[in-house]
């Protein structure tokens, strides 16, 4: 996409996202699954990828990082979201490869949060068609975050139904729901603390 232009395709076969890497104007690629065969080969022969940058995409325990190469940025960040039907805390690795014309997310399965984000793209709302490839990337960022906020809330409304079962009515089962928050809260504070030195680096550099 540039201001003027925005094009969207599904693509299956790797080679035919390749092509972006000598465009002038942004490409955001998506790959739903690192797990994929020889996506990550490809992307890492075409645009010369660090190995361990390839090693720390397809390993999805790193947590919240920068690292500033040459030709390129890797970020990796974790994106939260509540999901199913008893509202359970998800946890995935998001890694950002940044490029002079490109940005390519690599996620460990389909779906995101960032269909905001796309439509705003598809109707040239904002100041992202306008800009260059690390503002695609600041604001695949901030979909990250919001979506913190409202991972906290729903974490909210569970502290307060604990409080009033723990006073009115406490069950053998309440001790195991309060094991079961408080290790959602570590899994919270090692996800988003990091992030605050991620966003700092790239304000930086």
């Keep these: 996409f540039d201001e003027q232009h925005c094009i969207e395709k599904t693509l299956t076969k790797i080679e035919d996202c390749l092509p972006f890497a000598n465009a002038s104007s942004v490409t955001w ?3 739903d699954s690192v797990q994929i065969p ?31 190469y040459d030709d390129y940025v890797y970020v990796v960040a974790k994106m939260l979201d509540v999901e199913g039907p ?7 690795q998001l890694s950002l490869v940044i490029g ?15 269909n905001p984000l796309r439509e705003r ?14 503002y695609t990337a600041y604001a695949i960022l901030d979909a990250v975050v919001d979506r913190y906020f409202d991972v906290l809330d729903h974490m909210g409304e ?10 009115g009515y ?25 992030l605050r030195e991620v966003i700092a680096s790239m304000q930086r550099t």
């Design 100 to 114: 002079a014309t490109y940005v390519i997310s690599f996620q460990e399965r389909p779906g995101d949060v960032f």
């Design 170 to 194: 406490p069950k053998p089962d309440t001790l195991r729901k309060i094991h079961e928050l408080r290790r959602e809260l570590i899994f919270v504070r090692k996800s988003v603390w990091p």
């Design 86 to 92: 008893h509202k359970q805390m998800t946890i995935e």
């Design 29 to 31: 690629i998506n790959v």
């Design 121 to 134: 793209i598809r109707k040239g709302v904002g100041r992202v068609r306008k800009l260059r490839p690390d």
């Design 158 to 167: 569970k502290i307060e139904t604990l409080e009033i079962e723990l006073i």
């Design 38 to 68: 020889g996506v990550l080969e490809a992307f890492g022969k075409t645009l010369n990828l660090h190995p361990l940058v390839l090693e720390d995409i397809l390993n999805t325990e790193q947590r919240p990082k920068y690292e500033d």
